[in-house]
């Protein structure tokens, strides 16, 4: 009796991997996306966005860089009532323009996300669509810059079908 619980185990633990074996596939997200055509339009669009940002805030430093220099040329000669106005002045344009650049880092993220959302979804369909297509029960992300995957050998490298998915 005990030999034929032992041949039993022995028997299921082997047959195991042979009934549910699930395949594993793996893609290197990162390297993929930046290949991606309408990646490199997204980024595209977000720099030209930020060197507008970046314009106008240069502008406005040069701006209240004239005004300092203003200020510091007439200190001899103003009131010390129209020197302290002055002062204020040049204090709130500073503050302006520190609030305009947090206001354009967080217009500009928002915008990365905008666009760059329908990206990614393009991206995950193409992936489970190979997969399922290739009949892969899981896909690890193979990115350096995510250290999922640490070794690879074997499994099914995804990455040349989802580039024909995405016309790539």
């Not at 503050?95 to 650049?101: A, D, E, R, T, V």
């Not at 290739?134 to 070794?151: E, F, N, P, R, T």
């Amino acid at each position: 009796m005990k030999n034929a619980l032992k041949v039993l185990a022995l028997v299921a633990m082997t047959a195991t991997p042979t009934f549910g074996q699930s395949l594993v596939g793996h893609i290197n997200v990162d390297s993929l996306l930046v290949e991606m055509p309408d990646y490199k339009k997204v980024m595209e669009a977000l720099q030209a966005e930020q060197a507008k940002f970046e314009n106008e805030a240069r502008e406005m430093n040069a701006e209240l860089e004239k005004g300092a220099q203003t200020l510091q040329a007439n200190a001899g000669t103003w009131t010390e009532l129209r020197q302290r106005q002055e002062q204020q002045r040049l204090q709130e344009m500073y503050n302006n323009i520190q609030q305009y650049m947090q206001s354009a880092q967080q217009e500009l993220q928002s915008k990365e996300v905008e666009l760059i959302t329908p990206v990614l979804e393009k991206l995950q369909n193409a992936i489970d669509e190979v997969a399922a297509e290739m009949k892969v029960s899981y896909v690890l992300d193979a990115s350096q810059s995510k250290g999922m995957v640490i070794y690879s050998k074997g499994g099914t490298n995804l990455m040349s079908a989802v580039k024909l998915k995405l016309g790539m």
